[in-house]
């Protein structure tokens, strides 16, 4: 089956404590993409990769770090979380950069206290 | 003014209603013109695509763009109780890797 897995789904963590989050997809897409969602503020883009060793910083980027060393695989990496990371998580992918399509998977829900 | 404005809802329709959701855009080089589908406990999921104006019509579902108005809707027929969700239009401009999200609208449809 065709799909973008997150894992943990739930993570409830203490400040400070470095954390990361996995995103996997099996559809060989290039483009690769980490948005968190709030109450009032939507969707917003945190990192993205359009390949391989291929990432830009998003609309919200700092406090994360990213890496892309396989196709398939684009981790979220939290080196110092704080509260104010408390969100849901969701890693997306599409086909190819410029794609108006992207999969997302399920959502990763994280507290930081 | 914000680049996409969704108002958040909550709209809550009896099964049957026809309802319209909405979104207002400021960035007139968007050219293509999405609404995504959010089920409680799940990641969003395309419904509809758009591209530049026009309507398009996907069995109950309608989504028009007009573009000289900066405006988008989607019209949900004969709305049924599965069709609660959260609805997110979103938006980009052609050649960019970048979608802009609304903020999106949370649809209850009643039995």
């Known amino acids: 089956e065709a799909q973008v897995t997150q894992n943990p789904r739930y993570l409830i963590t203490v400040t400070g404590k470095k954390l990361t989050v996995t995103c996997s997809q099996n559809m060989n897409h290039e483009y690769m993409s980490w948005y968190r969602q709030d109450p009032g503020l939507g969707l917003r883009q945190i990192y993205y990769s359009m390949n391989v060793e291929v990432t830009d910083k998003g609309d919200v980027p700092e406090g994360y770090k990213v890496s892309r060393k396989e196709k398939r695989n684009f981790p979220l990496i939290l080196e110092s979380p704080s509260p104010n990371q408390t969100s849901l998580y969701f890693c997306?992918?599409?086909?190819?950069?410029?794609?108006?399509?992207?999969?997302f998977g399920p959502g990763t829900r994280l507290t930081v206290t | 003014q914000k680049e996409v404005e969704q108002d958040p809802g909550p709209l809550s329709v009896p099964e049957g209603a026809i309802v319209s959701l909405n979104c207002t855009y400021s960035?007139?080089?968007?050219?293509?013109f999405m609404w995504y589908r959010q089920y409680s406990r799940k990641g969003p999921e395309l419904l509809m695509y758009t591209y530049s104006s026009g309507n398009k019509e996907d069995g109950r579902f309608t989504a028009q763009v007009d573009k000289s108005s900066k405006y988008i809707s989607l019209f949900i027929r004969d709305s049924q109780p599965s069709d609660s969700a959260t609805y997110l239009c979103?938006?980009?401009?052609?050649?960019?890797?970048?979608?802009?999200f609304g903020k999106g609208t949370k649809l209850t449809v009643n039995p």
């Open positions: 979103a938006m980009k401009e052609g050649g960019s890797e970048k979608l802009v």
């Open positions: 960035n007139s080089a968007f050219q293509y």
């Open positions: 997306a992918s599409s086909p190819m950069t410029h794609s108006y399509e992207q999969y």
